[in-house]
């Protein structure tokens, strides 16, 4: 007696994992919809719009903020809020204002100082979310306010020394950074990627190097874990120690790498305290904007990198239309909580995040 199977039709299930994937990723959809209506709007008005002149401009008012928003992710999928990473930010940028200038060497020994500087800030939240005990939320209130203090002690006024060269190779086109630093001349082959600003190879770069093996470690999928059913990660023996202390480690690289852009993109250092709040609330909007759930568990950087790419468009219409800058914040507000409103509608639907995967 046989036994008749159907043979299974790869091309029916296509359309059913293509769904599921985008069911899963509908906040980043969102996003990067959003981002993409907002932005040809913008440049559509703009007397130089879709230039590189533009884009490059675009570009450095923005990188900062995306890194603060997926350091801000990284706690949040973990089921925590990271409130130090405005903080971290300014005080590398202090620290950078002291360190990127003199001999290439030295400016090489200056980053590495940076981004040290940024590493070890996170990896002292990390340990005093762990081991003593405290809810992030306050942990990293109290240490960001000793960050703040920190800056201010360095840099008491705004000022600074950083290399003209570095300035002018990291906020402008790759073809402006390939001459800066003799790769090439005016006219060689680099002139193909002329449009391209440096500050997105950047990103990308962070996106390919950093975020994407750091998702799918062991470390990156434990603290998924951690924020979708804390208990469950334990019950199944994952090291949720290491796994939280990596979380805010990487937070804390991640802010001194915008503490160190936005030093070389102003020249200068300067202990901003309202500045440091202002990049602190905003990464929290660009998460949440960006499809992760402050539940934990769910969610991507990538979308944060889009929710920050919208905040910023925002911003930049406000000045193409000139809209009055004590309407500014109401506008952007209402934008922000019917974005913010739309995203959360399917998880207040679930009564647990592990829902939000299938």
């Given at each position: 007696?046989?036994?008749?199977?159907?043979?299974?039709?790869?091309?029916a299930?296509?359309?059913?994992?293509?769904?599921?994937?985008?069911?899963?990723?509908?906040?980043?959809?969102?996003?990067?919809?959003?981002?993409?209506?907002?932005?040809?709007?913008?440049?559509?008005?703009?007397?130089?719009?879709?230039?590189?002149?533009?884009?490059?401009?675009?570009?450095?008012?923005?990188?900062?903020?995306?890194?603060?928003?997926?350091?801000?992710?990284?706690?949040?999928?973990?089921?925590?809020?990271?409130?130090?990473?405005?903080?971290?930010?300014?005080?590398?940028?202090?620290?950078?204002?002291?360190?990127?200038?003199g001999?290439?060497?030295?400016?090489?020994?200056g980053?590495?100082?940076?981004?040290?500087?940024?590493?070890?800030?996170?990896?002292?939240?990390?340990?005093?979310?762990?081991?003593?005990?405290?809810?992030?939320?306050?942990?990293?209130?109290?240490?960001?306010?000793?960050?703040?203090?920190?800056?201010?002690?360095?840099?008491?006024?705004?000022?600074?020394?950083?290399?003209?060269?570095?300035?002018?190779?990291?906020?402008?086109?790759i073809?402006?950074?390939?001459t800066?630093?003799?790769?090439?001349?005016?006219?060689?082959?680099?002139?193909?990627?002329?449009?391209?600003?440096?500050?997105?190879?950047?990103?990308?770069?962070?996106?390919?190097?950093?975020?994407?093996?750091?998702?799918?470690?062991?470390?990156?999928?434990?603290?998924?874990?951690?924020?979708?059913?804390?208990?469950?990660?334990?019950?199944?023996?994952?090291?949720?120690?290491?796994?939280?202390?990596?979380?805010?480690?990487?937070?804390?690289?991640?802010?001194?790498?915008?503490?160190?852009?936005?030093?070389?993109?102003?020249a200068?250092?300067?202990?901003?305290?309202?500045?440091?709040?202002?990049?602190?609330?905003?990464?929290?909007?660009?998460?949440?904007?960006?499809?992760?759930?402050?539940?934990?568990?769910?969610?991507?950087?990538?979308g944060?990198?889009?929710?920050?790419?919208?905040?910023?468009?925002?911003?930049?219409?406000?000045?193409?239309?000139?809209?009055?800058?004590?309407?500014?914040?109401?506008?952007?507000?209402?934008?922000?909580?019917?974005?913010?409103?739309?995203?959360?509608?399917?998880?207040?639907?679930?009564?647990?995040?592990?829902?939000?995967?299938?």
């Open positions: 007696m046989s036994v008749s199977t159907m043979p299974a039709t790869p091309a299930g296509r359309p059913s994992d293509l769904m599921v994937a985008l069911r899963q990723n509908s906040g980043l959809v969102a996003a990067f919809a959003l981002f993409i209506v907002l932005w040809v709007f913008y440049n559509g008005f703009h007397p130089k719009g879709f230039s590189s002149q533009v884009m490059i401009q675009n570009a450095n008012e923005a990188f900062s903020l995306s890194l603060v928003a997926m350091a801000q992710t990284i706690p949040v999928l973990a089921g925590g809020l990271d409130l130090s990473v405005g903080a971290v930010m300014t005080l590398v940028d202090c620290v950078a204002s002291h360190v990127l200038n001999s290439p060497l030295e400016i090489l020994v980053v590495l100082i940076c981004l040290a500087t940024g590493t070890l800030a996170g990896l002292v939240n990390g340990l005093v979310v762990v081991y003593g005990r405290i809810q992030p939320i306050i942990a990293t209130l109290a240490t960001g306010a000793v960050y703040i203090g920190l800056a201010l002690f360095i840099r008491p006024e705004p000022g600074g020394d950083v290399s003209e060269d570095l300035n002018w190779a990291f906020t402008n086109s073809a402006d950074m390939a800066t630093f003799g790769w090439g001349e005016e006219g060689g082959a680099w002139d193909a990627l002329s449009w391209l600003p440096v500050p997105i190879v950047l990103l990308v770069l962070i996106v390919l190097l950093i975020w994407i093996p750091f998702r799918r470690s062991v470390t990156g999928r434990t603290v998924y874990a951690i924020g979708s059913a804390e208990g469950a990660a334990y019950m199944s023996g994952l090291n949720l120690n290491r796994a939280k202390i990596a979380a805010f480690t990487l937070a804390g690289f991640l802010s001194g790498c915008a503490g160190l852009f936005l030093a070389i993109q102003t200068s250092g300067n202990a901003d305290i309202p500045q440091a709040g202002a990049y602190t609330l905003n990464s929290i909007a660009a998460v949440v904007i960006g499809g992760t759930s402050l539940l934990g568990g769910s969610g991507s950087a990538i944060s990198i889009f929710g920050a790419f919208v905040l910023r468009v925002i911003s930049f219409n406000f000045r193409i239309f000139d809209i009055d800058p004590l309407l500014q914040p109401l506008i952007e507000g209402i934008i922000l909580l019917v974005a913010v409103s739309l995203g959360a509608v399917r998880v207040l639907r679930v009564k647990n995040t592990l829902e939000l995967f299938r």
